[in-house]
Nanobody
Framework: QVQLVESGGGLVQPGGSLRLSCAAS????????MGWFRQAPGKEREFVAG????????FYADSVKGRFTISRDNAKNTLYLQMNGLKPDDTAVYYC????????????????WGQGTQVTVSS
């Protein structure tokens, strides 16, 4: 089993920045490819960004491309999401996920999920 714990969410004004972190523990050899998803009230969970285990290839939703940056530190078993230029539409609970195949990085077919961290963008 793999446990994922997100941190770094909060309230930020439009145009501001936040950095989310996701610490993995347990059977980390199973972490493989990782991703960030978000879910706003009344909406389905959606893909935000993903990163492959081999080569650290990155993938982004069109809505965040150029504003968000995903990265990982395999030595620390930690995933990051740097979010700049935040907009009110970015308000959601952000989830860290791990254990998908590379072909599934943009889907919800991950084996492990964190509990989520709230991001609120408001003036």
């Amino acid at each position: 089993q793999v446990q994922l714990v997100e941190s770094g969410g909060g309230l930020v004004q439009p145009g501001g920045s936040l950095r989310l972190s996701c610490a993995a523990s347990g059977r980390t050899v199973s972490v493989r490819n990782m991703g960030w998803f978000r879910q706003a009230p009344g909406k389905e969970r959606e893909f935000v960004a993903g990163i492959s285990w081999i080569g650290a290839r990155t993938f982004y939703a069109d809505s965040v491309k150029g504003r968000f940056t995903i990265s990982r530190d395999n030595a620390k078993n930690t995933l990051y999401l740097q979010m700049n230029g935040l907009k009110p539409d970015d308000t959601a609970v952000y989830y860290c996920a791990a254990g998908a195949s590379e072909s599934d990085i943009r889907t919800v077919r991950y084996s492990y999920w964190g509990q989520g961290t709230q991001v609120t963008v408001s003036s």
